[in-house]
């Protein structure tokens, strides 16, 4: 007896279709898997022997043969538990045979019901992409899945009720996708309950029209973090494409709410200085995703950042000026996206003070500058934008007046974003921050005293390649948000200042005084 289940392999974002194949015959029961399965793979014939007697039904005396082609990649991880299962089913005739058009994935427990998978989501894509028509998996998974276009999704709780399904006996209704309503984009936090700031916010809102990099600069309990929080609010809503991106990489790591299967809202990562380079970046034997790819589409904020290692910090390079990140492991390669705004926040020294006209500074001249040095040149080089966060005044903090709302800058974000859509259009890039070096000068044309300025500042601030690069870049959004599709000289004035805390914290000697 000879039967072929399709099924669908993960490998990272990598999925890839899987068969699994099946030759079973008389003789001593047994149970064999080949096809470079791994341990875990391999133990799955005691889950499926356990979960077919739990169920009520008998496998009787065969001998079966499994084959998880193709054979030249490895398989890994409990999800072909369902597609074995089903072949098992087949050849043993409690399941029809024309089973083509069908994949399934997932984990079988010992008592036969279907438990959850990570990756559902990606595992469906690659399915619907291969032309399957129904997909049948976990349950918990089924929402998930559902917002995959051009294929039928079955959530199936346990064995019996997959085999009742497929014979007729009982039906179950495909899985609708979850609709996407307003409140599926609310953030409840508001840019109107930052009291003061007004030149911070002014900053945020350029660096979230060009989706720039950005560092804040402040004593303690000025709201540094506070403003981080409220970044998303102003960003433009995610595109259904770009939601499909997030929720894969969630979904793969594990961290998808079974309540919002599909990420609507921009993420906001805030990690702490204690995380390592694996939990900044991704890795394991199998490379998961980190935090920087779990950000993919939104925000990365890093709260004291000279507090981080500087040897994580460091691998913030590569994956910031690539917008992806590589994770090399014996078992292969895999690439995940980090397409992110990095916001990052500190003090200007280790007791905060360096620098405040209320505030003594008790730090050494040695201690700032260690404190400092934590943050290399080339990590500052990627950062666009750097505000300085001072402290709010009495009458600020008790006065009535309302600051301006998150929808206001808003409004103005996306009609910036709208023009940046119609200059890239075809091109792949989505943001300012995302220009080649091919086409810098062709979308970054500065008039006459733009570029004199430019010129004088460059000689000098002693600006690196790369800062000169940004620097184009962040006047260009500057000149988006005015609407003007020439860059003048107030756009470079605005972009420079914003390079202005490069030289006052590390471009000299300090001074306490």
């Given at each position: 007896?000879?039967?072929?289940?399709?099924?669908?392999?993960?490998f990272g974002l990598n999925a890839f279709p899987v068969t699994a194949e099946i030759s079973a015959s008389q003789g001593v029961p047994a149970i064999d898997i080949v096809g470079l399965a791994d341990q875990s793979v391999q133990e799955s014939r005691m889950r499926i022997k356990a979960a077919i007697q739990n169920s009520g039904m008998k496998f009787g005396s065969l001998k079966c043969v499994i084959n998880l082609s193709p054979a030249s990649i490895k398989k890994s991880g409990s999800g072909y538990d369902l597609a074995i299962l089903a072949a098992m089913l087949t050849v043993a005739g409690y399941i029809p045979k024309e089973l083509d058009g069908k994949a399934f994935i997932g984990e079988v427990s010992l008592g036969g019901e279907i438990c959850p998978i990570q990756g559902a989501l990606?595992?469906?894509?690659?399915?619907?992409?291969?032309?399957?028509?129904?997909?049948?998996?976990?349950?918990?998974?089924?929402?998930?899945?559902?917002?995959?276009?051009?294929?039928?999704?079955?959530?199936?709780?346990?064995?019996?009720?997959?085999?009742?399904?497929?014979?007729?006996?009982?039906?179950?209704?495909?899985?609708?996708?979850?609709?996407?309503?307003?409140?599926?984009?609310?953030?409840?936090?508001?840019?109107?309950?930052?009291?003061?700031?007004?030149?911070?916010?002014?900053?945020?809102?350029?660096?979230?029209?060009?989706?720039?990099?950005?560092?804040?600069?402040?004593?303690?309990?000025?709201?540094?973090?506070?403003?981080?929080?409220?970044?998303?609010?102003?960003?433009?809503?995610?595109?259904?494409?770009?939601?499909?991106?997030?929720?894969?990489?969630?979904?793969?790591?594990?961290?998808?709410?079974?309540?919002?299967?599909?990420?609507?809202?921009?993420?906001?990562?805030?990690?702490?200085?204690?995380?390592?380079?694996?939990?900044?970046?991704?890795?394991?034997?199998?490379?998961?995703?980190?935090?920087?790819?779990?950000?993919?589409?939104?925000?990365?904020?890093?709260?004291?950042?000279?507090?981080?290692?500087?040897?994580?910090?460091?691998?913030?390079?590569?994956?910031?000026?690539?917008?992806?990140?590589?994770?090399?492991?014996?078992?292969?390669?895999?690439?995940?996206?980090?397409?992110?705004?990095?916001?990052?926040?500190?003090?200007?020294?280790?007791?905060?003070?360096?620098?405040?006209?209320?505030?003594?500074?008790?730090?050494?001249?040695?201690?700032?500058?260690?404190?400092?040095?934590?943050?290399?040149?080339?990590?500052?080089?990627?950062?666009?934008?750097?505000?300085?966060?001072?402290?709010?005044?009495?009458?600020?903090?008790?006065?009535?007046?309302?600051?301006?709302?998150?929808?206001?800058?808003?409004?103005?974000?996306?009609?910036?974003?709208?023009?940046?859509?119609?200059?890239?259009?075809?091109?792949?890039?989505?943001?300012?921050?995302?220009?080649?070096?091919?086409?810098?000068?062709?979308?970054?044309?500065?008039?006459?005293?733009?570029?004199?300025?430019?010129?004088?500042?460059?000689?000098?601030?002693?600006?690196?390649?790369?800062?000169?690069?940004?620097?184009?870049?962040?006047?260009?959004?500057?000149?988006?948000?005015?609407?003007?599709?020439?860059?003048?000289?107030?756009?470079?004035?605005?972009?420079?200042?914003?390079?202005?805390?490069?030289?006052?914290?590390?471009?000299?000697?300090?001074?306490?005084?």
């Open positions: 007896m000879f039967a072929k289940i399709s099924s669908v392999g993960l990606a595992m469906a894509i690659e399915a619907a992409a291969n032309g399957t028509a129904e997909l049948y998996l976990p349950y918990e998974n089924a929402a998930e899945a559902a917002v995959v276009k051009n294929i039928r999704v079955f959530g199936v709780k346990t064995i019996g009720e997959l085999a009742a399904h497929l014979t007729g006996r009982k039906l179950l209704m495909p899985t609708k996708p979850v609709p996407i309503t307003e409140e599926s984009y609310r953030l409840g936090v508001d840019f109107s309950e930052v009291k003061g700031q007004e030149a911070v916010k002014a900053a945020i809102e350029v660096a979230a029209a060009g989706f720039h990099n950005m560092l804040m600069i402040g004593p303690p309990g000025t709201g540094k973090s506070m403003i981080a929080k409220r970044i998303p609010t102003v960003l433009p809503r995610m595109s259904f494409e770009e939601s499909i991106e997030t929720t894969k990489i969630h979904s793969v790591a594990g961290t998808l709410s079974p309540t919002s299967p599909l990420i609507t809202k921009r993420p906001f990562r805030n990690v702490s200085h204690t995380a390592s380079s694996v939990g900044l970046i991704g890795g394991g034997s199998i490379p998961k995703p980190g935090e920087i790819s779990l950000a993919h589409n939104g925000v990365l904020f890093l709260d004291e950042f000279p507090e981080f290692d500087r040897r994580v910090l460091e691998t913030l390079r590569q994956p910031l000026e690539n917008g992806e990140i590589t994770i090399s492991r014996a078992a292969g390669a895999v690439t995940y996206p980090c397409n992110i705004m990095l916001v990052a926040a500190m003090n200007p020294c280790p007791c905060g003070n360096f620098g405040s006209p209320l505030k003594k500074c008790t730090c050494t001249v040695q201690q700032v500058s260690r404190y400092l040095g934590k943050i290399s040149q080339p990590i500052l080089d990627r950062i666009d934008i750097q505000a300085e966060v001072s402290s709010v005044s009495y009458e600020e903090l008790s006065g009535n007046s309302k600051s301006e709302c998150s929808a206001a800058m808003a409004e103005r974000i996306a009609k910036a974003r709208e023009i940046q859509e119609k200059r890239f259009r075809g091109t792949g890039i989505r943001s300012n921050s995302g220009i080649t070096p091919d086409i810098l000068h062709d979308v970054c044309v500065l008039d006459e005293k733009a570029g004199d300025y430019l010129k004088l500042a460059f000689e000098k601030t002693g600006l690196s390649a790369r800062a000169y690069d940004r620097v184009l870049k962040v006047a260009r959004t500057c000149a988006d948000l005015d609407g003007s599709e020439l860059i003048g000289k107030p756009h470079i004035a605005r972009a420079v200042s914003y390079r202005s805390l490069d030289r006052k914290y590390w471009g000299g000697s300090l001074s306490l005084s």
